[in-house]
């Protein structure tokens, strides 16, 4: 199993900037990739952005250009640096873990809210 705890959410104007944190423990040598996601009212939760073992990235259009995904393996966590933010960002963040290949296992994190007022 894999633990991930999340952090750095919060209130932030228009245009401001923000960091999550997401750390891992546990069974973190089987982890094949981490994503970030969000979810806002009313909405599906859809991926924001996702880094592979092999440092692969991938992002949402819709933060092309203005989030970056990074992670430190000294200390088993995954970034998320959100700058222009905008107020449609606003949402539940979560960070996601994934184990296996076939089935591929997901953890989640316990989510944070970000709140982007405009």
């Known amino acids: 199993q894999v633990q991930l705890v999340l952090s750095g959410g919060g209130l932030v104007q228009a245009g401001g900037s923000l960091r999550l944190s997401c750390a891992a423990s546990?069974?973190?040598?089987?982890?094949?990739?981490m994503g970030w996601y969000r979810q806002a009212p009313g909405k599906q939760r859809e991926l924001v952005a996702r880094i592979t073992r092999n440092g692969n990235l991938n992002y949402a259009d819709f933060v092309k250009g203005r989030f970056t995904i990074s992670r430190d393996n000294t200390n088993n966590t995954v970034y998320l640096q959100m700058n222009s933010l905008k107020a449609e960002d606003s949402a539940v963040y979560y960070c996601?873990?994934?184990?296996?290949?076939?089935?591929?296992?997901?953890?989640w994190g316990q989510g944070t809210k970000v709140t982007v007022s405009s």
């Open positions: 996601k873990a994934v184990i296996g290949i076939d089935p591929p296992i997901g953890y």
């Open positions: 546990g069974n973190i040598f089987s982890i094949n990739a």
